[in-house]
């Protein structure tokens, strides 16, 4: 089985991809996969998780730390890297099934030539360490120069972020310690280092950064290796990051690299044992699914117990590194069934952050919990109401994602909902969940608006996933997802009764009796598009039937510039039946027991090809759906582009003029749930009952997997000839 993402030659157009393809991570941290002499030009960075800044009245977006890892080669004066040298041979690769990112480069100068390779890895086993082998031999023998240190010039979309910076010597250790501008975080960044020869070792302070040079005379054909131990803290994670940091890295390389590797490669096996998702008969999608959920696995925060994962992961600053309602409706799943404590972290978050969702809420005259459309680290909203800049004008447009996108507090509950049910423990409810879905809920009675004539409560001028169509009225997604809000508050007070202190003193905490009645009222009350009786198809939001009935083909050729943004006020969708991304179809995945089968096939059939997947949330919706409907070929092509997003790097750069690239976890999260719930067709019933139905495609011959259901792991295998769900039992 292939295990390892390669890519050869030197392709300088694919810098900023491959930065992002060949990431490592640990949750805490995200390198970009890029080469060793770079900097910031050639967008290395090493963005820390969940500590945000804000540049003058730019977008806040997360910290890049200083970068440990730089290291630059030189020979009788002259520089030997990618960007100077004549590239002979150059290799990277990342092998996924230990996280380690692996180069090889034969570069010649006008003297020599060099061989380098290099291995690197964010430890598994200490999420604040970076650690890296580079070795090189020249051909020739000659007076060499090795520049390694700390450059802490790093990379920045809304920077620069650090209004200060201090340079340390501590015994073997350099450390850089930046403060930022806006609230003062302190970032260090230790590095200790080892070499397998005795050199001259200078120290020098120069480009905002700290650097050893390393002089010596390299024998012809020696092979010289230098290990690197790199610590990043925060203040955000202790008092005193610097003595930390410092006295860490040097204990790192004490320990020495090969020990940790070790160490990182056994969690990763363990991390793999539960994840892995086999595929038999087909390899390109093996590979593909892997790799979507290496990158799950290399972002999963485990360094606190609450913390969730960005749109674009670890792998920039795209999005403000904010949360969107992609972690509980895309990535949850993987992480629940795969490893339940990184699930309950994701929702910790939420909880965490539920004052920042009130706070929302009341700015717009509402009360309960509006949670952020693109949430920072106290839930504050990074959306911006420009968020979207013009092509033509490069002014701002006015955008409603912020305030109109209110289906994010349903998300939300929804994520909290499925945490109580898969692992059946009720302390996700008792330590705030309960809480924040009670808010949400209340947040939605609020926000409801009585139509007198139709005797019915609706949700309007609202945006729902299609976010090309603004501002309209009762989107179906919308309306059913705030009814299941409702339905799951009123489940959590049943079940609260069970704890009646509990539930006494979270009523009278949050006032709720007053709610009540108002709360049992929407849902009864609150109306739900439903499936035509003709047709069987359910109209995306009032009036979309009315609009223009056109091809996303016809859609595009209107577009007088590739980049313009499709929605907004005057984008080609807006007054067309093209839409972004999956809508509908993503309702009926989710509440698939409540709809017939021919209302299903109906709708995907009808949303199907007017869909743009403008985003990358759309194609494994549209991947489960047809797998639900019973047509895995339809499933397949959606399947391979979900899962193969972050490989290919086929996705849309652009929103207007806003860089939007970066990794795709929630496609990384939609492509398992493809596999999995789609054509694995496992369901898991709120008794923890566990069914498969599977629709494997044509090729595959086997596919296996493992999940948690309430605590207990399960193998589950399937084939053409059967299933098979099975216990694992641990020795
Ligand atoms: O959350 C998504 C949204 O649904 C579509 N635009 C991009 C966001 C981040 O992935």
């Known amino acids: 089985m292939k295990w390892i993402v390669g890519e050869k030659n030197l392709q300088q157009e694919k810098i900023v991809d491959f930065g992002n393809k060949f990431l490592v991570g640990n949750g805490y941290l995200g390198y970009r996969g890029t080469m060793e002499e770079y900097g910031k030009k050639e967008f290395t960075a090493c963005i820390l998780s969940g500590i945000y800044d804000q540049q003058g009245t730019a977008w806040r977006e997360p910290i890049n730390a200083p970068n440990g890892m730089y290291t630059k080669l030189l020979a009788d004066g002259e520089p030997y890297d990618l960007l100077s040298c004549d590239v002979k041979d150059h290799n990277q690769q990342l092998d996924m099934r230990f996280a380690i990112h692996l180069r090889e480069s034969v570069l010649s100068g006008k003297n020599n030539e060099v061989k380098v390779k290099s291995e690197r890895f964010a430890s598994a086993a200490d999420y604040h360490l970076l650690t890296m082998n580079y070795s090189f031999s020249f051909t020739h023998s000659a007076e060499v120069q090795l520049i390694t240190g700390i450059d802490g010039d790093v990379w920045d979309i809304n920077g620069p972020h650090f209004a200060d910076y201090a340079y340390h010597k501590e015994g073997a250790a350099l450390a850089v310690e930046v403060i930022t501008g806006e609230l003062h975080h302190h970032v260090v960044t230790a590095e200790t280092a080892v070499m397998?020869?005795?050199?001259?070792?200078?120290?020098?302070?120069?480009?905002?950064?700290?650097?050893?040079?390393?002089?010596?005379?390299?024998?012809?054909?020696?092979?010289?290796?230098?290990?690197?131990?790199?610590?990043?803290?925060?203040?955000?994670?202790?008092?005193?990051?610097?003595?930390?940091?410092?006295?860490?890295?040097?204990?790192?390389?004490?320990?020495?690299?090969?020990?940790?590797?070790?160490?990182?490669?056994?969690?990763?096996?363990?991390?793999?044992?539960?994840?892995?998702?086999?595929?038999?008969?087909?390899?390109?999608?093996?590979?593909?699914?892997?790799?979507?959920?290496?990158?799950?696995?290399?972002?999963?925060?485990?360094?606190?117990?609450?913390?969730?994962?960005?749109?674009?992961?670890?792998?920039?600053?795209?999005?403000?590194?904010?949360?969107?309602?992609?972690?509980?409706?895309?990535?949850?799943?993987?992480?629940?069934?795969?490893?339940p404590e990184v699930g309950k972290n994701l929702m910790n978050y939420r909880i965490k952050t539920l004052n920042g969702a009130r706070k929302k809420a009341a700015e717009y005259g509402f009360r309960g919990a509006f949670y952020a459309w693109e949430s920072q680290e106290n839930g504050q909203d990074a959306c911006s109401d420009y968020n979207v800049t013009d092509v033509f004008t490069n002014r701002p447009m006015r955008t409603y994602f912020r305030d109109k996108q209110v289906h994010i507090s349903a998300d939300?509950?929804?994520?909290?909902?499925?945490?109580?049910?898969?692992?059946?423990?009720?302390?996700?409810?008792?330590?705030?969940?309960?809480?924040?879905?009670?808010?949400?809920?209340?947040?939605?009675?609020?926000?409801?608006?009585?139509?007198?004539?139709?005797?019915?409560?609706?949700?309007?001028?609202?945006?729902?996933?299609?976010?090309?169509?603004?501002?309209?009225?009762?989107?179906?997604?919308?309306?059913?997802?705030?009814?299941?809000?409702?339905?799951?508050?009123?489940?959590?007070?049943?079940?609260?009764?069970?704890?009646?202190?509990?539930?006494?003193?979270?009523?009278?905490?949050?006032?709720?009796?007053?709610?009540?009645?108002?709360?049992?009222?929407?849902?009864?009350?609150?109306?739900?598009?439903?499936?035509?009786?003709?047709?069987?198809?359910?109209?995306?939001?009032?009036?979309?039937?009315?609009?223009?009935?056109?091809?996303?083909?016809?859609?595009?050729?209107?577009?007088?510039?590739?980049?313009?943004?499709?929605?907004?006020?005057?984008?080609?969708?807006?007054?067309?039946?093209?839409?972004?991304?999956?809508?509908?179809?993503?309702?009926?995945?989710?509440?698939?027991?409540?709809?017939?089968?021919?209302?299903?096939?109906?709708?995907?059939?009808?949303?199907?090809?007017?869909?743009?997947?403008?985003?990358?949330?759309?194609?494994?919706?549209?991947?489960?759906q047809a797998c639900d409907i019973g047509d895995p070929e339809w499933a397949y092509p959606y399947f391979m582009k979900t899962a193969s997003v972050d490989l290919t790097g086929e996705s849309k750069q652009f929103a207007g003029t806003i860089y939007i690239g970066g990794t795709h976890p929630a496609a990384n999260g939609g492509a398992w749930m493809t596999a999995v719930l789609g054509f694995g067709g496992l369901k898991v019933n709120e008794a923890g009952i566990i069914t498969v139905d599977p629709v494997l495609p044509e090729k595959w011959q086997k596919l296996s997997f493992k999940i948690f259901v309430k605590g207990q792991q399960y193998k589950v295998e399937i084939s053409k000839q059967g299933s098979e769900i099975m216990k694992v039992v641990k020795s």
Not at 444 to 473: A, M, Q, T
């Open 196 to 339: 397998n020869v005795e050199g001259r070792q200078e120290i020098i302070e120069k480009d905002k950064g700290i650097f050893r040079k390393i002089s010596f005379s390299a024998k012809a054909g020696k092979t010289y290796t230098i290990s690197k131990a790199v610590v990043v803290y925060t203040s955000e994670d202790v008092a005193d990051p610097l003595t930390l940091a410092l006295e860490e890295s040097c204990s790192a390389i004490e320990r020495g690299y090969d020990t940790l590797k070790k160490e990182h490669e056994k969690i990763w096996a363990d991390y793999w044992e539960a994840a892995d998702v086999i595929i038999e008969g087909d390899e390109e999608a093996q590979f593909a699914l892997r790799y979507s959920i290496y990158q799950l696995l290399s972002i999963a925060p485990r360094h606190t117990q609450a913390a969730s994962i960005p749109a674009r992961g670890l792998s920039g600053q795209t999005y403000k590194g904010a949360v969107f309602w992609d972690t509980e409706m895309f990535m949850l799943p993987f992480f629940l069934y795969t490893d």
């Open 412 to 624: 939300v509950a929804y994520g909290i909902w499925q945490v109580y049910l898969l692992t059946g423990d009720r302390s996700i409810l008792l330590d705030g969940g309960a809480e924040v879905i009670l808010e949400c809920a209340r947040f939605y009675c609020s926000f409801s608006y009585y139509k007198e004539e139709k005797e019915r409560f609706e949700l309007i001028d609202v945006i729902g996933p299609d976010e090309y169509h603004e501002r309209v009225y009762n989107n179906a997604y919308t309306n059913k997802m705030a009814v299941y809000t409702i339905k799951i508050a009123l489940e959590t007070l049943e079940l609260l009764k069970e704890e009646p202190n509990f539930y006494e003193a979270l009523i009278d905490k949050l006032n709720y009796q007053e709610d009540l009645e108002g709360i049992i009222r929407l849902k009864r009350m609150l109306y739900v598009p439903e499936p035509d009786r003709k047709t069987g198809l359910i109209e995306q939001f009032d009036g979309y039937f009315n609009l223009e009935d056109t091809t996303v083909e016809e859609v595009r050729s209107r577009l007088i510039n590739p980049k313009e943004y499709w929605g907004g006020a005057y984008g080609v969708a807006s007054d067309t039946q093209i839409i972004k991304q999956a809508d509908v179809v993503l309702l009926l995945n989710l509440f698939k027991e409540e709809y017939s089968q021919k209302d299903k096939e109906a709708n995907w059939t009808y949303y199907e090809p007017r869909t743009e997947h403008g985003s990358s949330l759309s194609a494994c919706i549209y991947a489960m």
